[in-house]
């Protein structure tokens, strides 16, 4: 398997309370990694790092071979990138947020091709058919020219997955997906998320659905403390956990309504 | 003691062509202020402090100077600095800045209500910055813009009248000069602040007339029947169901 | 001609005192204002519709007319239908009725945002309208529109400046009065500017300082 992202020695810090320390990671094409880890442990924070929505202050972020944000230089030098190289570079990982983070003044296809069309400057017709293909093939064809506003909670999030799949990224990161949605919708969700999973795109997804990533998820990784405390196969890792932390995370978070056993 | 308003009749084309000036003064004035406040409110929101500082000191300064004084250093101000410039001009210049900062308030409060996910979208797309406040922000704003835009130019269209004391022959101006003619204060005055009544009053019905086809709600909360609303609903209409 | 910095700077002195004609005014006006607006505000509750008719004119009219206009009605209009007033009091009464009307709004804005459930207690209790007014929602009202008001206050003093037009001797005034010796207008212009700059500046820090201070005594 190829190595897709690389994360070396990430760290942020809000004014003085360290969010992430010292974060190295490793993500292979199609593989699909599942972030665990107790709220305010960083989870969020290394997502929103790796694709420099919000900007680490140590460390790098590789994808594929090509850095976002720091780039290291010859002689161990570091070169920052200005911005717009960032945001040209943004935009291959998708990303997918908690809130869906729909924008409601433009109709589900315009959310979808705004991006291509303004960013990637491509046609429109060809945009706009690729779109069409991606929402037939999520059930959403009829609610093309729809609102955000008249959407389900669960079909909003479908439409913020097409959005981020429009972009052709080469990785998608989900920032707990499900975590806003009602209940009996999370589970549409996570069986789409699977689906997802199973034709290949890798994803890195920071979620509380535990029984989720003992299924779909080929890696989990334990945050703790703004450190990976551990990290391993999803089924071992879930089953037998050797860190204390993590025993007292799954004890407390292990709910029956979280299952994804279908 | 008689009133007598036929001298009103008499000069009636001095207070027409102040009218005139007026709508001209305060439509120039409040186009600019707005395009001047985009920046300033751009620049409030910069994520850098020094620009911040910039258009705070900036809002501050005229927001918390009486017109009438920026009018003057503008009057005297611009000779002084070698630019010679008619009345009407220094004085639209004027309100036209002391406007932008008012605007710029408005802008930044409408910015400030568009929910932070909308931008950190447009930016997981790609989009720079200033792609995003103009494809996903700035259309949401515009409804939140309008009420409050409305509310800002009324006062600057009533400021206008201060440019009477630089000699700019609107409204107030015309006014003071049918009183010094016609020692009729009462009823000069009277007729001077009917006229911007008018001017203002359909000036508002115009602007919520466009509030309401683009579907901003109007009123408040509706809902409430309570037996306090004899206390706290006090000159609120009640809506007919 | 050169800007004359000490030219300016020898203005503060005279222009200070004259600053403190603009907050005595300012003063007075507001505190007017807030009992006409307070009355105005208690007067519409009764719900009487001849009298709610002619402040929602009243509301109307001073809203939508300039303030100057206003200070001209009431030095130059109201002596000739017999009422003759000194320029500080037809001023301070323009300013006061002009403020008496915004209070009113501020006020409103205020009660239909108040929790009606003390209000209903009280109802239910059979309490009067006089302590309902004065015991449950005016101490609740005057703290909750406490940043509205200060705001008022600074336009209030704002307003002063605008006397000087009628010839109260005033910050802006004595400014005038130093350029015709000096026949420098800038230098005590820009002095004026930044005395009234640091006056509301004063004022709405102390707006906010109150306002934290009661925030936490209701917390």
Same mark, same amino acid.
């Given at each position: 398997?190829?190595?897709?992202?690389?994360?070396?020695?990430?760290?942020?810090?809000?004014?003085?309370?360290?969010?992430?320390?010292?974060?190295?990671?490793?993500?292979?094409?199609?593989?699909?990694?599942?972030?665990?880890?107790?709220?305010?442990?960083?989870?969020?924070?290394?997502?929103?790092?790796?694709?420099?929505?919000?900007?680490?202050?140590?460390?790098?972020?590789?994808?594929?071979?090509?850095?976002?944000?720091?780039?290291?230089?010859?002689?161990?030098?570091?070169?920052?990138?200005?911005?717009?190289?960032?945001?040209?570079?943004?935009?291959?990982?998708?990303?997918?947020?908690?809130?869906?983070?729909?924008?409601?003044?433009?109709?589900?296809?315009?959310?979808?091709?705004?991006?291509?069309?303004?960013?990637?400057?491509?046609?429109?017709?060809?945009?706009?058919?690729?779109?069409?293909?991606?929402?037939?093939?999520?059930?959403?064809?009829?609610?093309?020219?729809?609102?955000?506003?008249?959407?389900?909670?669960?079909?909003?999030?479908?439409?913020?997955?097409?959005?981020?799949?429009?972009?052709?990224?080469?990785?998608?990161?989900?920032?707990?997906?499900?975590?806003?949605?009602?209940?009996?919708?999370?589970?549409?969700?996570?069986?789409?998320?699977?689906?997802?999973?199973?034709?290949?795109?890798?994803?890195?997804?920071?979620?509380?659905?535990?029984?989720?990533?003992?299924?779909?998820?080929?890696?989990?990784?334990?945050?703790?403390?703004?450190?990976?405390?551990?990290?391993?196969?999803?089924?071992?890792?879930?089953?037998?956990?050797?860190?204390?932390?993590?025993?007292?995370?799954?004890?407390?978070?292990?709910?029956?309504?979280?299952?994804?056993?279908? | 003691?008689?009133?007598?308003?036929?001298?009103?009749?008499?000069?009636?084309?001095?207070?027409?062509?102040?009218?005139?000036?007026?709508?001209?003064?305060?439509?120039?004035?409040?186009?600019?202020?707005?395009?001047?406040?985009?920046?300033?409110?751009?620049?409030?929101?910069? /994520?850098?402090?020094?620009?911040?500082? &910039?258009?705070?000191?900036?809002?501050?300064?005229?927001?918390?100077?009486?017109?009438?004084?920026?009018?003057?250093?503008?009057?005297?101000?611009?000779?002084?600095?070698? &630019?010679?410039?008619?009345?009407?001009?220094?004085?639209?210049?004027?309100?036209?800045?002391?406007?932008?900062?008012?605007?710029?308030?408005?802008?930044?409060?409408?910015?400030?209500?568009?929910?932070?996910?909308?931008?950190?979208?447009?930016?997981?797309?790609?989009?720079?910055?200033?792609?995003?406040?103009?494809?996903?922000?700035?259309?949401?704003?515009?409804?939140?813009?309008?009420?409050?835009?409305?509310?800002?130019?009324?006062?600057?269209?009533?400021?206008?009248?201060?440019?009477?004391?630089?000699?700019?022959?609107?409204?107030?101006?015309?006014?003071?000069?049918?009183?010094?003619?016609?020692?009729?204060?009462?009823?000069?005055?009277?007729?001077?602040?009917?006229?911007?009544?008018?001017?203002?009053?359909?000036?508002?019905?115009?602007? /919520?007339?466009?509030?309401?086809?683009?579907?901003?709600?109007?009123?408040?909360?509706?809902?409430? /029947?309570?037996?306090?609303?004899?206390?706290?609903?006090?000159?609120?209409?009640?809506?007919?169901? | 001609?050169?800007?004359?910095?000490?030219?300016?700077?020898?203005?503060?002195?005279?222009?200070?005192?004259?600053?403190?004609?603009?907050?005595?005014?300012? #003063?007075?006006?507001?505190?007017?204002?807030?009992?006409?607006?307070?009355?105005?505000?208690?007067?519409?509750?009764?719900?009487?519709?001849?009298?709610?008719?002619?402040?929602?004119?009243? #509301?109307?009219?001073?809203?939508?007319?300039?303030?100057?206009?206003?200070?001209?009605?009431?030095?130059?209009?109201?002596?000739?239908?017999?009422?003759?007033?000194?320029?500080?009091?037809?001023?301070?009464?323009? #300013?006061?009725?002009?403020?008496?009307?915004?209070?009113?709004?501020?006020?409103?804005?205020?009660?239909?945002?108040?929790?009606?459930?003390?209000?209903?207690?009280?109802?239910?209790?059979?309490?009067?309208?006089?302590?309902?007014?004065?015991?449950?929602?005016?101490?609740?009202?005057?703290?909750?529109?406490?940043?509205?008001?200060?705001?008022?206050?600074?336009?209030?003093?704002?307003?002063?400046?605008?006397?000087?037009?009628?010839?109260?001797?005033?910050?802006?005034?004595?400014?005038?009065?130093?350029?015709?010796?000096?026949?420098?207008?800038?230098?005590?212009?820009?002095?004026?500017?930044?005395?009234?700059?640091?006056?509301?500046?004063?004022?709405?820090?102390?707006?906010?300082?109150?306002?934290?201070?009661?925030?936490?005594?209701?917390?």
């Amino acid at each position: 398997m190829k190595s897709l992202l690389k994360v070396t020695n990430l760290s942020k810090s809000f004014g003085a309370v360290p969010a992430l320390r010292d974060i190295s990671l490793e993500v292979m094409a199609g593989e699909v990694i599942c972030i665990i880890g107790p709220s305010g442990c960083g989870k969020s924070t290394l997502l929103r790092c790796i694709n420099h929505l919000t900007f680490p202050d140590g460390g790098f972020v590789e994808l594929g071979d090509v850095y976002i944000g720091r780039e290291p230089m010859a002689g161990g030098k570091v070169r920052m990138q200005s911005h717009s190289q960032i945001d040209k570079l943004r935009p291959r990982m998708g990303f997918v947020f908690q809130q869906f983070n729909l924008w409601p003044h433009l109709s589900v296809l315009e959310n979808i091709t705004r991006g291509p069309i303004k960013v990637q400057r491509r046609p429109r017709p060809e945009v706009e058919a690729d779109a069409m293909v991606l929402l037939t093939r999520f059930g959403l064809a009829d609610k093309a020219t729809a609102f955000p506003a008249a959407l389900s909670g669960g079909q909003k999030q479908r439409v913020a997955i097409a959005r981020a799949l429009a972009l052709e990224p080469q990785l998608m990161l989900f920032d707990e997906p499900t975590s806003a949605l009602d209940p009996e919708i999370v589970k549409e969700v996570l069986l789409f998320m699977r689906e997802l999973a199973e034709s290949g795109v890798t994803m890195v997804i920071v979620t509380h659905e535990i029984a989720f990533a003992r299924h779909v998820a080929d890696r989990v990784i334990f945050l703790d403390g703004g450190y990976v405390a551990e990290e391993g196969p999803a089924e071992e890792l879930l089953t037998n956990p050797k860190n204390p932390r993590l025993r007292e995370f799954l004890s407390q978070i292990d709910s029956p309504v979280m299952g994804c056993s279908a | 003691m008689t009133l007598d308003f036929s001298i009103i009749v008499d000069n009636w084309q001095l207070f027409a062509k102040g009218a005139v000036l007026t709508l001209v003064i305060a439509f120039i004035s409040i186009g600019i202020g707005f395009l001047l406040s985009i920046p300033v409110a751009l620049m409030a929101l910069s /994520h850098r402090w020094w620009l911040r500082w &910039v258009s705070g000191a900036y809002v501050e300064w005229f927001r918390n100077v009486p017109f009438i004084v920026v009018v003057y250093i503008f009057f005297y101000g611009l000779p002084f600095a070698g &630019v010679r410039l008619p009345e009407a001009v220094v004085g639209t210049l004027a309100l036209a800045i002391y406007a932008s900062t008012y605007f710029s308030e408005v802008i930044r409060g409408a910015v400030l209500a568009v929910p932070k996910g909308q931008m950190e979208a447009a930016r997981a797309v790609g989009m720079s910055y200033f792609m995003g406040m103009r494809e996903i922000v700035a259309p949401q704003t515009l409804r939140l813009l309008l009420p409050p835009s409305t509310n800002t130019s009324i006062s600057m269209i009533k400021e206008t009248s201060i440019l009477s004391t630089i000699t700019v022959a609107e409204i107030t101006y015309q006014g003071l000069v049918v009183q010094g003619a016609t020692f009729a204060p009462f009823e000069v005055f009277m007729t001077t602040a009917v006229l911007y009544w008018l001017i203002t009053s359909i000036f508002a019905r115009f602007m /919520h007339g466009i509030e309401r086809r683009a579907g901003i709600a109007q009123g408040g909360n509706q809902n409430r /029947h309570s037996l306090a609303d004899k206390y706290l609903q006090i000159g609120t209409k009640r809506v007919q169901e | 001609m050169d800007f004359d910095f000490w030219g300016m700077i020898g203005a503060f002195p005279s222009l200070s005192r004259a600053a403190f004609t603009n907050l005595t005014i300012a #003063i007075v006006a507001m505190s007017l204002a807030m009992l006409g607006g307070t009355t105005l505000t208690i007067l519409r509750s009764f719900g009487i519709s001849i009298v709610n008719g002619a402040i929602s004119t009243l #509301i109307s009219f001073v809203r939508g007319t300039p303030i100057l206009v206003q200070i001209f009605l009431f030095y130059y209009g109201l002596p000739a239908i017999g009422l003759d007033l000194t320029p500080i009091q037809a001023g301070v009464l323009a #300013i006061a009725v002009n403020s008496s009307v915004f209070i009113t709004e501020i006020m409103r804005g205020g009660l239909s945002g108040m929790d009606t459930g003390p209000v209903e207690a009280a109802i239910a209790l059979g309490v009067r309208p006089r302590a309902i007014w004065g015991r449950v929602i005016l101490p609740q009202l005057y703290i909750r529109i406490l940043p509205p008001l200060v705001n008022e206050l600074t336009t209030v003093v704002k307003g002063t400046a605008l006397l000087s037009v009628i010839t109260v001797i005033e910050v802006l005034r004595t400014a005038q009065q130093i350029a015709n010796t000096t026949f420098r207008p800038l230098e005590p212009l820009l002095a004026a500017a930044v005395i009234l700059f640091a006056l509301n500046l004063a004022i709405s820090q102390a707006g906010k300082h109150l306002e934290t201070r009661f925030a936490a005594r209701r917390g």
